[in-house]
């Protein structure tokens, strides 16, 4: 008989399933929850709620900007006799008829400029040649024709330029519609019947204001 050892076979090795680290998270750190944020159905759909306490509600409104109404003049450039005294007043007058009406436009700065160019142009006109000989004026200075001619032909451009700016400034406070280049041509044309223009369209502006003041 032959003596015959046989090894009893071990079991399959079977691996330990690893512990969750959810449940036991690493030593020495703390891990929170994330943070759950309410949903309000009512904050969602824009309207303003009471706050939760730990955040803040940022609440935007949209704000509508509507642009001011363009216009024509109230009157036009050829109704001059819509007001017959200032029309006379522009047609024997004209700088002074420019002057009332930069100062009826609140425009201080063009008042005084059109002030100091037209009292210099009577000046250089009545103190000057020729018209001093010929008014007979004690006044010869010396100086002749070609450069009194070009200081007032410099003069009565700037008043041009101040004619035309006034119109302009005047048109844009009252949200009317036009152009510098229609200013222009309308200052080059007719500035008589410009100024009359001017001054009925302030005029009929005074009267609105006080209209709603009294409707107020």
């Given at each position: ?13 079977q691996a330990e399933p690893l512990p969750d680290k959810n449940l ?159 200013d222009f041509f309308c200052v080059l044309c007719c ?26």
């Amino acid at each position: 008989l032959k003596y015959t050892h046989k090894m009893a076979s071990a079991p399959p090795y079977q691996a330990e399933p690893l512990p969750d680290k959810n449940l036991y998270p690493p030593t020495g750190m703390h891990q929170e929850p994330p943070p759950s944020y309410p949903v309000d159905e009512a904050r969602m759909q824009g309207v303003p709620t009471q706050p939760t306490p730990g955040y803040a509600v940022v609440v935007t409104q949209q704000t509508t900007v509507t642009a001011p109404q363009v216009r024509d003049w109230q009157y036009d450039i050829c109704g001059c006799l819509n007001d017959v005294p200032f029309t006379i007043l522009t047609f024997f007058f004209p700088c002074v008829a420019e002057i009332i009406v930069a100062k009826k436009a609140k425009l201080e700065s063009i008042f005084v400029a059109l002030i100091v160019f037209y009292v210099a142009m009577f000046v250089i006109a009545l103190c000057f040649q020729p018209l001093a000989s010929t008014l007979l004026l004690p006044f010869d200075f010396g100086i002749s024709s070609s450069l009194l001619s070009l200081i007032q032909l410099i003069i009565a451009v700037v008043i041009f330029c101040l004619v035309i700016t006034m119109r302009m400034k005047i048109r844009e406070s009252r949200n009317i519609v036009g152009s510098s280049v229609e200013d222009f041509f309308c200052v080059l044309c007719c500035a008589s019947c410009v100024t009359c223009q001017e001054y009925q369209e302030l005029k009929h502006a005074e009267l609105e204001a006080h209209e709603n003041f009294h409707r107020v």
